[in-house]
Structures are given as structure tokens and as C-alpha cells.
């Protein structure tokens, strides 16, 4: 069983920033790609940043230039830095990890909540 545990959420001002982490825990063999995804109320779920097992990075339009995805394999961790922080940024944002553990599968952390208010 593969466990994905978020932590960095909160309430911050516009402007200000949040780092958000994301260890996975369990029968890993190897994670491959890691994401971070967001939902807001009313809206659907959606791509913020991925990081393959090489490195390679994607942005949605709306982060680029202002949050940073990267990751750490030897702790099987990946983390998403935010500055810049807006008011649309505020959501509910859940990780995931593509995972080998014998079989291959996605698996979501619970999310983490983000609140961007003055």
C-alpha cells in the first residue's frame, strides 16, 4: 500500500508565499512522474505542475514564473514552492505520484488547503 501525506497549506495575504511537500510512504519500488493538482470549489480538478523521474517540468499558464515544482527521490518526496501568491490560487491542492510497487498505478494524497486572503 502506497501512502502520499501533504503538509504547507494555510492562510496567506496575496503576494506572500507557501511551500507545499508531499512524502510518499509504503512498498515503493520506483516513483516515476510526481504532481501537484488543485481544485477549487466549483471547479474541477487541475494540472499545476509535474516533475518526471528525470527532472523535466510542466506548468499550468497560470503558475508559470511563480511556483516551482521539484523533488527530492531519496526521500520520495516532492514539493511545490508558490510565490506570488493570488487570490485564484486558492484551492485545495492534492499531490500525486506515479508509483511501481510489483504493478504501476496513480495514487492521491488527501490535499492541503490554500487560502490566498487579506
Known amino acids: 500500500q502506497v501512502q502520499l501525506v501533504e503538509s504547507g497549506g494555510g492562510l496567506v495575504q496575496p503576494g506572500g508565499s507557501l511551500r507545499l511537500s508531499c512524502a510518499a510512504s509504503g512498498s515503493i519500488f520506483s516513483i516515476f512522474a510526481m504532481g501537484w493538482y488543485r481544485q477549487a470549489p466549483g471547479k474541477q480538478r487541475e494540472l499545476v505542475a509535474t516533475?518526471?523521474?528525470?527532472?523535466?517540468?510542466n506548468y499550468a499558464d497560470s503558475v508559470k514564473g511563480r511556483f516551482t515544482i521539484s523533488r527530492d527521490n531519496a526521500k520520495s518526496t516532492v514539493y511545490l514552492q508558490m510565490n506570488g501568491l493570488k487570490p485564484e490560487d486558492t484551492a485545495v491542492y492534492y499531490c500525486?505520484?506515479?508509483?511501481?510497487?510489483?504493478?504501476?498505478?496513480?495514487?492521491w494524497g488527501q490535499g492541503t488547503q490554500v487560502t490566498v486572503s487579506s
Open positions: 516533475i518526471s523521474g528525470g527532472g523535466s517540468t
Open positions: 500525486n505520484a506515479e508509483v511501481e510497487t510489483g504493478g504501476f498505478a496513480g495514487y
